[in-house]
T-cell receptor
Framework: DAMVIQNPRYQVTQFGKPVTLSCSQT?????MYWYQQKSSQAPKLLFH???????NEADTPDNFQSRRPNTSFCFLDIRSPGLGDAAMYLC?????????????FGPGTRLTVT | RKEVEQDPGPFNVPEGATVAFNCTYS??????FFWYRQDCRKEPKLLMS???SGNEDGRFTAQLNRASQYISLLIRDSKLSDSATYLC??????????????FGSGTQLTVLP
């Protein structure tokens, strides 16, 4: 089945220790998104790629970076995680917003910062 | 004012009940609307898109009122498995070409046996 996969599902890192979360998709969608979701809050968009075109949200901290080496993979790098970065990180894809705005989410990576 | 507002609930209803959620959006030029369902500690999943004429999928009915800028979701004959958080989602672009969606904070539903 075509899908969005995230690894790892659970990640524990120490305060200030860099961490990378990964996302892959078999849907062959043009657009990939990274969201941060904290408890009882809406998913917050961090950035997205349309193909290789990177788009950062204005309020995304510099501590968060992303890479998309090819259509299938996208990475979220947190350079120096703080306690406030503990959250669920969701990767999503969509085919092309000129066709459809529906987004398909991966299962998420739950990040704990100790 | 938030771009997308929902009553957070929780809504606790007995099995078999009918329950309705409303959502308001601030951008009158918004074009695309969705309801997503999110189970506890899981990812959001698309429940249904919302079309101007309203649409139904089994026990679920979605309606859009552009004049009042609100979207509704009606669930009939509630099942225990309907327990989840329901997210109202809007594409805020007037041209329909915006790359992102705006999510509400969700309405929590618990269906009781």
């Amino acid at each position: 089945d075509a899908m969005v996969i995230q690894n790892p599902r659970y990640q524990v890192t120490q305060f200030g220790k860099p961490v990378t979360l990964s996302c892959s998709q078999t849907l062959n969608h043009n657009v990939m998104y990274w969201y941060q979701q904290k408890s009882s809050q809406a998913p917050k968009l961090l950035f997205h790629y349309y193909d290789k075109d990177f788009n950062n949200e204005a309020d995304t901290p510099d501590n968060f970076q992303s890479r998309r080496p090819n259509t299938s993979f996208c990475f979220l790098d947190i350079r120096s995680p703080g306690l406030g970065d503990a959250a669920m990180y969701l990767c999503a894809t969509s085919r092309d917003w000129r066709v459809s705005h529906e987004q398909y989410f991966g299962p998420g990576t739950r990040l704990t910062v100790t | 004012r938030k771009e997308v507002e929902q009553d957070p609930g929780p809504f606790n209803v007995p099995e078999g009940a009918t329950v309705a959620f409303n959502c308001t959006y601030s951008n009158s030029a918004s074009q695309s609307f969705f309801w997503y369902r999110q189970d506890c500690r899981k990812e959001p999943k698309l429940l249904m898109s919302v079309y101007s004429s309203g649409n139904e999928d089994g026990r679920f009915t979605a309606q859009l009122n552009r004049a009042s800028q609100y979207i509704s979701l009606l669930i009939r004959d509630s099942k225990l498995s309907d327990s989840a958080t329901y997210l109202c989602v809007v594409n805020p672009s007037s041209s329909g070409s915006a790359r992102q969606l705006t999510f509400g904070s969700g309405t929590q539903l618990t269906v009781l046996p």
